[in-house]
T-cell receptor, first 114, second 109 residues
Framework: NAGVTQTPKFRVLKTGQSMTLLCAQD?????MYWYRQDPGMGLRLIHY???????AKGEVPDGYNVSRLKKQNFLLGLESAAPSQTSVYFC?????????????FGDGTRLSIL | GIQVEQSPPDLILQEGANSTLRCNFS?????LQWFHQNPWGQLINLFY???GTKQNGRLSATTVATERYSLLYISSSQTTDSGVYFC???????????FGTGTRLKVLA
């Protein structure tokens, strides 16, 4: 049981390049989330999804797009990378919104924009 | 929106000491989690505790929802407890979790 798997683990981009981060979960979870973590700060929510085919904006959505074409996958895209998007990105999933349904996190993707 | 404050921001302990970490939140919540981020950056679930008290080995947590705070207790600390401890909360009617800025713990051998 792999849980939540993020690909890639590390990436360096040049300003203006595009890329997609992949999050895959094998727990049949409905909800999936993308966060970013900047030095000395907690996690901030970028986008989230409450089911296949749905997405919604979080706290800091600008500059990012997401897609949830399959229940097990949640993709985060950067169309034109900027140095301000240098961060560690975490994906999480949860079974649903009710009691006893915590978030489970992937190991993160460290992204540097030069 | 809801504000989440954690204290202390930094804590240094000798191995074997006990500690209490606090998470205050400014509105009613229906979901609260404590996480440990280890030195490798991994986020480990510690507790899902919107109310009440739970224990897991040397760790325990208490959330007093009516007074809008949660406490994480670490007893007989070990060097492997080092890292950053986060609480995250969600309010009723939303899907968004809000994280505190964390408590950075260093346990010295």
């Amino acid at each position: 049981n792999a849980g939540v798997t993020q690909t890639p683990k590390f990436r360096v981009l040049k300003t203006g390049q595009s890329m997609t981060l992949l999050c895959a979960q094998d727990m049949n979870h409905e909800y999936m989330y993308w966060y970013r973590q900047d030095p000395g700060m907690g996690l901030r929510l970028i986008h989230y999804s409450v089911g296949e085919g749905t997405t919604a904006k979080g706290e800091v959505p600008d500059g990012y797009n997401v897609s949830r074409l399959k229940k097990q996958n949640f993709l985060l895209g950067l169309e034109s990378a900027a140095p301000s998007q240098t961060s560690v990105y975490f994906c999480a999933s949860s079974l649903g919104q009710g009691e006893g349904q915590p978030q489970h996190f992937g190991d993160g993707t460290r992204l540097s924009i030069l | 929106g809801i504000q989440v404050e954690q204290s202390p921001p930094d804590l240094i302990l000798q191995e074997g000491a006990n500690s209490t970490l606090r998470c205050n939140f400014s509105d009613s919540v229906n979901n609260l989690q404590w996480f440990h981020q280890n030195p490798w950056g991994q986020l480990i679930n510690l507790f899902y505790i919107p109310s009440g008290t739970k224990q897991n080995g040397r760790l325990s947590a208490t959330t007093v929802a009516t007074e809008r705070y949660s406490l994480l207790y670490i007893s007989s600390s070990q060097t492997t407890d080092s890292g950053v401890y986060f609480c995250a909360v969600r309010t009723s009617g939303t899907y968004k979790y809000i994280f505190g800025t964390g408590t950075r713990l260093k346990v010295l051998a």
